[in-house]
């Protein structure tokens, strides 16, 4: 399995930018699918962007133009560049990590880090 653990979450105006980064450690990170996850209050967690071990990219909708996940396996680090926030990204946000082999699936979450966007 792998460990995660989110950093770089905090309080910024409308418009304004942040970058999460998860590290990653205990198993061979480059093999995983990675993602970023958020849950609002009251809400269900979503996935707002995913990257593939290949490098391919996802993203949710309403962060489209926005958001920008990458992933430097060297450094066993997935990232979050977020810009142009909007109160309605106010989240935890939650680092994830995916593989399956075979029949049998892997998958880690980091503890979450909160965002809010509020003047």
């Known amino acids: 399995q792998v460990q995660l653990v989110e950093s770089g979450g905090g309080l910024v105006q409308p418009g304004g930018s942040l970058r999460l980064s998860c590290a990653a450690s205990?198993?061979?990170?480059?093999?995983?699918?990675m993602g970023w996850y958020r849950q609002a209050p009251g809400k269900q967690r979503e996935s707002v962007a995913a990257?593939?071990?290949?490098?391919?990219?996802n993203y949710a909708d309403s962060v489209k133009g926005r958001f920008t996940i990458s992933r430097d396996n060297a450094k066993n680090m997935v990232y979050l560049q977020m810009s142009s926030l909007k109160p309605e990204d106010t989240a935890v946000y939650y680092c994830n990590a995916y593989r399956k082999i075979l029949t049998q699936e892997f998958e880690s979450w980091g503890q979450g880090t909160q965002v809010t966007v509020s003047s």
């Open positions: 990257i593939t071990s290949g490098g391919r990219t």
């Open positions: 205990g198993s061979i990170f480059s093999i995983f699918d």
